[in-house]
């Protein structure tokens, strides 16, 4: 292969670079047009979003074991789609913020499985075998979760 080739492919390869650099631009800048000021920032480099475990004791697990969610024919009895809960009668709360975590969208917080699943579908919420338990986008149970879910910060 003589050198005009080479230099003409390597400008081709350079060219491709650059589309793809400018179209990824794109996207991600039409993306942030739409994102609310209120909207964590996104993660950078090895964070996660966290919310308050003091918080998740004191509140947020006690609505989970009121609504029956630890319920061993429930999230307590192992895991049920992609949540599990520490049974009512052997709780483990560093496991439940764990897991409850995981069932959260930082940013959406009221797309969370943790709060969206429980709700009526006719507010809003998503199909969940264990039952409806907020009736109403202004049940305080639903509520603190979602203020525990947008309390949350990326570390």
Not at 88 to 95: H, S
Request: net charge negative; with cysteine.
């Amino acid at each position: 292969m003589d050198r005009t080739h080479e230099n003409s492919s390597a400008r081709v390869r350079n060219a491709a670079r650059i589309a793809a650099a400018i179209g990824c631009a794109m996207v991600v800048a039409s993306g942030c047009e739409h994102a609310s000021p209120n909207d964590p920032s996104p993660p950078g480099g090895g964070q996660r979003y966290v919310m308050s475990h003091d918080v998740f004791v004191t509140q947020i697990d006690p609505i989970l074991s009121a609504q029956g969610c630890d319920n061993t024919t429930c999230h307590g009895g192992g895991i049920r789609g992609t949540f599990q809960l520490s049974p009512a009668n052997d709780k483990d709360p560093d496991f439940d913020y764990s897991q409850a975590s995981l069932q959260v969208v930082p940013t959406d917080p009221a797309a969370s499985p943790l709060v969206a699943k429980p709700v009526d579908e006719e507010c809003g919420g998503t199909a969940h075998a264990g039952g409806k338990f907020f009736h109403s986008l202004d049940d305080p149970d639903y509520l603190a979760i979602l203020a525990w879910i947008e309390g949350g910060e990326y570390r």
